[in-house]
């Protein structure tokens, strides 16, 4: 089951920089909005989560994550969706498997 699920999520992560080449080529479609689009869309879906993570503690009456780790993460994820631009600003000049492998070079 597990390899099932490893193979699937590489699967996933392989075909970021294939799909982002495919979106950006659309007419009226650019990096920073293809951006923009992707990192709202996980904010929203996360968003409820850190809400309840927040205001509601576990078994204890402290809250499970308090607002500066809220507010770390918030700037986290603003740096890491700016690197993100930063590649898909990238695609506009070179093929998807380039991007690929020059990002994972930093590993």
């Known amino acids: 089951l597990w390899r099932g ?11 970021n920089f294939a799909f ?30 850190s809400i ?3 205001r509601r503690g576990g078994s204890g009456s402290e809250p499970i994550m308090d607002w500066e780790t809220a507010k770390a993460a918030a700037i986290c994820g603003s740096w890491v969706s700016f690197g993100y631009l930063g590649q ?3 695609l506009l000049t070179t093929t998807a498997s380039r991007a690929c492998v020059i990002c994972t070079l930093h590993c």
């Open 20 to 49: 982002a080449k495919l979106v950006m080529a659309e007419p009226g479609v650019d990096s920073s909005l293809y951006a923009l689009a992707r990192f709202g869309v996980a904010a929203l879906a996360l968003l409820p989560g």
């Open 88 to 90: 898909t600003l990238a």
């Open 5 to 15: 699920v490893v193979a699937v999520l590489c699967a996933l992560w392989a075909s």
């Open 52 to 54: 309840v993570a927040i």
